[in-house]
């Protein structure tokens, strides 16, 4: 299983191999997004896009409620994962 984290492209670094930074939950990382390029959607033109990143590149475009709702359902998740793991550690410490 793959897992595409939503980021918001906040500039373009350089065009000429089309990458990007993208805010990933307020981190800036470096993304290439020659998959989400093509004639009616220029490299410029993606300033503003919100896109699923996976392993460096971004794989598709979705819109901002999209987006939210990922945010939102990756935190709960991260929340449940450390819940998890402090009643495993609890468990153990028996």
């Not at 373009?12 to 993304?31: E, H, L, M, T, W």
């Not at 919100?50 to 991260?78: N, P, Q, Y």
């Amino acid at each position: 299983m793959c897992l595409g984290i939503p980021g918001q492209i906040v500039e373009i670094s350089n065009a000429a191999i089309k990458q990007a930074i993208v805010d990933v939950a307020g981190v800036k990382r470096p993304v290439n997004i020659a998959c989400i390029v093509d004639e009616q959607h220029s490299v410029d033109d993606c300033v503003g896009d919100w896109v699923l990143v996976h392993v460096g590149f971004a794989m598709s475009r979705i819109d901002a409620d999209e987006a939210e709702k990922t945010l939102a359902l990756l935190a709960e998740l991260g929340e449940a994962q450390a819940e998890i793991a402090a009643m495993q550690n609890s468990a153990a410490m028996r």
